[in-house]
C-alpha cells in the first residue's frame, strides 16, 4: 500500500463490518454544500437507522455562537463513488435543536407539501436539467477560455467534440458514472451552447427524492470538480454578453397529465402558473435577472408566455405532448442556482393545491 | 475511487443494468459532428430498440428557435471505447417532428439508393481512405511544424518514424484500437506526405454502413484529439504551397465487377462516372479545388482521366485487378472533408442506377 492512491482505494470490507457515511448539508447561502464523515458500526438498509448528527452552525452562518448547534437529520442515501464499498453518502435537512427547521431548511416545507394526500395521489415526476459552468482556478475565468480574452462566438460547442470546442469533457464523464453508481437517477449529460458550460439531467423522479438527488449530485459534481483542480459555477449568467446563461429547466408532470386528456390538464396547469409567475421567479434563483433577458433562448423575466417547441417561451410544451395528447411540459425559468427543494414544491403547489 | 481516472473508468455493469448511450449526429455544416448522451434502462440488440430522441436544432444552425426540435433516429450502433463496459455509441440522422428528413441528412437519400433492388442485386463494396491533418491547439498549425515556420520539404515524412518525422502517432494508434473495439471495419493507417498528416481505412463495408463507419470513426478520432488536446482538421489544403493536399479516396466494387470479366464492368463504370464528372466534382467536398491541382498526386479539377496504377488520375485502376481481370476502382477525388453518404450513394448511382442517354 505504498501511494495515497492505494490507501484511498483500500475495500475496507474485507477486514471490518464498519462504513464511513458522509453526512450532506446545505449551508447558510442557500448554495453553499456541506460535509463531514462519520464511522457507522454496520451497514443500513434505510435513513432512520443512522443516528441524527449535528455541527458547528456558527461557521455556516447558520446559527449564533452562543448557541451553535445545528441538528442534521438524515433523510436519503446514495453511495458512495469516492469511497466505494459500503460507504455511503447521506442526504441531511437542518433543524434547531428543539426541532424546528431552521430558515435555510427548504426541504422540510417540500416534504409537506409531497405528502399531502392531493400531491401524493397525482404521484408529481420531475426532471431537471442542471446547467453549470467550470471555471480555470485562481482566474475563475471559463475553462477552456483563453485568459484576458475570448473564445470564438458560440455555435460550434453545443454538443461538440474536439480539443478546441469541448472543455472538461473528463469531468461530465466521471460525474455521469459516479451518480449512476451512486443511485442518483441521472438519465443524461451534454455539452451546452456556451463554451465551458455543460448539462446533466436527473429524473424522471417523484416527488421529494428529486430534490434529494439533485443535491447529491452537485455535490458529487463538486467533488469531482475539485479533483481536476476547477472551479464549478452554477451561477446563472457566468459572463455577461453574447454568452448563453446557466438553467436548471424543470420538467414537470402529474398522473392526470400522463393519462388520456393530459393535454387539457397541463393548459390548465400552465394557465395557474401564469398567475403566479412574479411568485415563481422570486424562488427561482439569485440573479435570475441577468440571465432571463429574453436573448439566448429564454424569455423575458417579466415575461410569462408558453409554446410548442418554443424554447424563446417560459414554458416548452415538446411536440410530443402536443401530438400523443398528453405527457408533460418544462418550466424554463428556474435558474442554474435555484434550490430544487423549493421549485418542485412551488410548481406542485401552484399547480395541485 | 481516489482518481478522476477512477471514475471515468469505473465499471457499471457490476452495479446496474443500465447503459449510457451516446447519440452521434452531423450537425448544420454537414462536417461538424455533434453528440450527447442518456442512460437506457436494459440492454438492446438493434438501433431500432432504442428510443428517438431530440436536441436543440437552433443551436446548430438546423432549425429556428421558435420551432427548435429536431428529432434523432438511432441508425446504428457500436460499443463506445471511451466508457467501456455496455455503453455504445449510437450514428443518427435528423428528422423534422413530422418526419421529413432535414436538409442536411445525407443518409436517408442514400438509404433509398442502397435499398434499391438493383444495387442490393449488385452488393457494393466502399473502401475509404481517410486523410487528416493534426494542429497545434490555439495556434492552429500543424503538429510538429515550428510556429512561425516551416519543417524540410515532403519526402522523409511519409510512413516514416521519429521524433523529427512523426507526429501524433499516439493519437493515430489509439484510434486504431478504438474503432476496432468498437466494431468499426478500420483495416489500416498509414503516416502521410505532409508532416502532421495521417490517413485511416475503413473497409470494405457494404452499402450505406461504409458511411456510418466512416462517421463514427471520424467522432471517435475528434474525442481522442480532444483528449490529447490537439485539434482535428479535415481541410482538403490546409497549407497552400507544395504541400500534399488531404483526400478521402474511395474504393468501390460491385458483385459483377468481382467476379469473372468484371474488368470490363469497371471500365463501363468508369465511363459513366466520366460523363458526370462535374456533378460528382460538386459533391465532393467544399474547397477541393484547392487541391484538386494536377499537383501532388491529383488530377486536375477540371479534367477527367483515368488509368492503371496512376496517382495522378481521377480514377486510378490497380495492377492486380488488371492482371486478374477483376477487382475494383480508386476515385481519388473526394475530398477529406467529403460526406460519405454523399459520395457512396452517387458512385452507386451514376454506375448502376444512371442510364447515360
Known sequence: MALLNDLLNLNLSDHTEKIIAEYIWIGGSGMDMRSKARTISKPVSCPSELPKWNYDGSSTGQAPGEDSEVIIYPQAIFKDPFRGGNNILVMCDCYTPQGEPIPTNKRHNAAKIFSNPEVAAEEPWYGIEQEYTLLQKDVNWPLGWPVGGFPGPQGPYYCAAG??????????????????YAGINISGINGEVMPGQWEF?????????????????????????????VVLSFDPKPIMGDWNGAGAHTNYSTKSMREEGGYEIIKK?????????????????????????????????????????????????????????????????????????????????????
Request: proline share 2%.
Open 163 to 180: 480539443a478546441d470546442k469541448a472543455f472538461g469533457r473528463d469531468i461530465v464523464d466521471a460525474h455521469y458514472k459516479a451518480c449512476l
Open 201 to 229: 439531467q436527473v429524473g424522471p423522479s417523484v416527488g421529494i427524492a428529486a430534490a434529494d438527488q439533485l443535491w447529491v449530485a452537485r455535490y458529487i459534481l463538486e467533488r469531482i470538480t475539485e479533483k481536476a483542480g
Open 269 to 353: 396547469a400552465i394557465e395557474k402558473l401564469g398567475l403566479r409567475h412574479k411568485e415563481h421567479i422570486a424562488a427561482y434563483g439569485e440573479g435570475n435577472e441577468r440571465r432571463l433577458t429574453g436573448r439566448h433562448e429564454t424569455a423575458d423575466i417579466n415575461t410569462f408566455k408558453w409554446g410548442v417547441a418554443n424554447r424563446g417561451a417560459s414554458i416548452r410544451v415538446g411536440r410530443d405532448t402536443e401530438k400523443e395528447g398528453k405527457g408533460y411540459f418544462e418550466d424554463r425559468r428556474p435558474a442554474s442556482n435555484m434550490d430544487p427543494y423549493v421549485v418542485t414544491s412551488m410548481i406542485a403547489e401552484t399547480t395541485l393545491l
